[in-house]
């Protein structure tokens, strides 16, 4: 005889497997993985499933995946950020203006940078929640803004130049620039091509020196973000302040302070990208960031969620983010023109809408 | 006799020119049903938005047990038990029951910065309310949206009760549903009266008040046209009342008596 357990219920329906998987919002972002991955096994060299190869599809990746878990997280909340590209410029700019022109140390010129990125992004969200404008709308306004203003700027900064240069050499030695650049665990790198376990280079030194610092920060911000988003209660306002915000003020969640975090949350992820690449390239220019704010926002949607909001995850969005590396770089280890990214692109993007609508569905017994 | 759990009295309140309610009075004590009834336009919305907090009246008394009361906003009203559940703006389709459930309220656990949600707690909480409500499916994580519009609005009245409510203020909450439905909200409501909360059940079905309410209290244009224990009204009368007398006696018997 079994003894009752008594946080069993007798009448509770054992959900099938499928319903279960079926609830979980990053599964189209781990069968388009699955899709990529076995395409890329047929169609192209191996090289690009060695280490080297995957460190080099990770680090666009990364960059991609710290501004798509961001927006994943404001669309989650039920807005949009268009001017994230835009900012990683900007603050990226900003950077540049306090290290060379200006000469501030770089342990305060980073904080400055982060902060004056979360001031546009509380602008950004208190200009929503005021004018009650749609987002789409008022950071469209933003994205045209802070792509002109770092024009206007860099030009200002340097006196005609498109280029910042000099950021490196202000940086200094401080051990602030192996936070943003360059590769981690090198240590470990070497001893695992010692030993013979990676690839190296008849000198002894590995082929692959270490991970990437930016894909350390993709995955340390990934696995924040959904520990915020799942168990926490931030996260659970979250989900309610995009799936209903009126029904979520009714129940006393303060939803137009979780959404401007949340715009907050997006531009300093812009500045954390513009602080990877600038402190990357010693130089930042005007460019930078362009058309990542469409990028973050597919990859966010291929993760799983919905323009509506109320419904997504960041892993979703993490995983969004690799397919798109994958398949920008993968492409070159093709026979195929790499061009055909785009078309990859915008299909990936319509069958995930299509597959996430008929999700959502499901989930909600909506008919 | 106690004093009762909301008292109020001569409540007026204008929006800038509009007179939206022009001398309202009405209680409800321990262990009551009362049942606001009234038209489209009688003032039953603003009233009930000024009793949960998010309008403050212009002028008028309002006690809660006998103390005099201003809440500033819907959180102090629920802080003193006067929780509101509104039509269909009670929950989020998209998340689970769970989640829902403790929505604002959410218990934590563990030590900052690692404080989070006790789920294993919300899930067996949740569990038990459903089960007291009688909802065949018991998995707490499966999606509002996947409920019954009645099973929605069980839960949202089991959670306010569950959350220390004294006073509940139902607004239109069988309005949208089916008959069965219907019934299984209106014997809800009645458990919870038993359990000693006072219930403002918000209708324009009469019948539907009739079946639960002990107390009457019709609204007409802002104003309080009488209150009426059951045992002194019977139902036509007070659906003549509640649609301002005269023009739907007439309408009644062009009908042949039907509405």
Known sequence: ?367 | MAAPLIEVRNIIKHFGSVIALSGVSMKVSSGEVLCLLGDNGAGKSTLIKTLSGVHQPTTGDFEVEGRAVRFASPRQALDAGIATVFQDLAMIPLMSVTRNFFLGREPVTGMWPFTHIDMGFCDRVTREEMKKIGIDVRDPHQAVGTLSGGERQCIAIARAVYFGAKVLILDEPTSALGVAQTSMVLKYIDQVRKKGLGVIFITHNVRHAYAVGNTFTVLNRGKTLGTYAKSEIAMDELQNLMAGGKELATVSDELGGTV
Do not use: H
């Not at chain 1, 060299?45 to 995957?54: E, Q, V």
């Open chain 1, 1 to 367: 005889m079994t003894t009752p357990n008594p946080m069993q219920d007798e009448r509770l329906q054992k959900a099938s497997l499928v319903t279960v998987l079926m609830r979980r919002p990053e599964l189209g972002a781990i069968a388009g993985l699955l899709v990529v991955v076995i395409f890329f096994a047929f169609t192209a060299n191996p090289a690009m499933f060695s280490l080297s190869g995957i460190m080099t599809i990770l680090n666009p990746a990364a960059q991609l995946g710290i501004l798509a878990v961001a927006v994943a997280l404001l669309m989650i909340g039920g807005e949009f950020d268009l001017s994230v590209g835009s900012l990683v410029a900007f603050t990226g700019l900003l950077l540049g203006v306090f290290l060379v022109p200006m000469g501030i140390p770089i342990a305060l010129s980073i904080p400055l940078t982060l902060l004056a990125a979360a001031v546009l992004g509380a602008i950004n969200g208190q200009l929503v929640i005021r004018t009650r404008l749609p987002s789409f709308i008022v950071t469209l306004a933003g994205f045209f803004i802070f792509r002109g203003l770092s024009l206007v700027g860099l030009k200002w900064a340097t006196g005609g130049s498109t280029q910042l240069r000099g950021i490196r050499e202000a940086g200094g030695d401080s051990f602030l620039v192996g936070l943003f650049s360059g590769n981690a665990f090198s240590g470990l790198f070497a001893w695992l091509a010692s030993v013979g376990l990676i690839d190296k280079f008849p000198n002894g030194t590995p082929k692959v020196t270490g991970i990437p610092v930016s894909v350390i920060w993709f995955v340390a911000i990934t696995a924040l973000a959904t520990w915020i988003l799942l168990r926490t209660r931030v996260g659970n306002w979250i989900f309610a302040a995009g799936g209903d915000a009126n029904a979520a003020r009714n129940s006393g969640v303060p939803v137009d302070r979780v959404k401007t975090g949340l715009f907050m949350v997006t531009a300093m992820a812009a500045a954390l990208v513009a602080l990877l690449t600038v402190f990357d390239a010693g130089s930042t220019d005007a460019r930078r960031g362009v058309q990542k704010e469409f990028e973050a926002i597919i990859a966010a949607v291929i993760g799983g969620c919905l323009l509506t909001g109320g419904y997504g995850s960041a892993i979703g969005a993490a995983i969004g983010a690799v397919i798109f590396g994958m398949v920008s770089i993968g492409l070159t280890y093709t026979s195929f023109d790499s061009d055909w990214f785009l078309v990859f692109l915008g299909g990936m993007l319509l069958v995930a809408v299509l597959f996430n609508n008929y999700v959502r569905k499901k989930v909600t017994g909506e008919r």
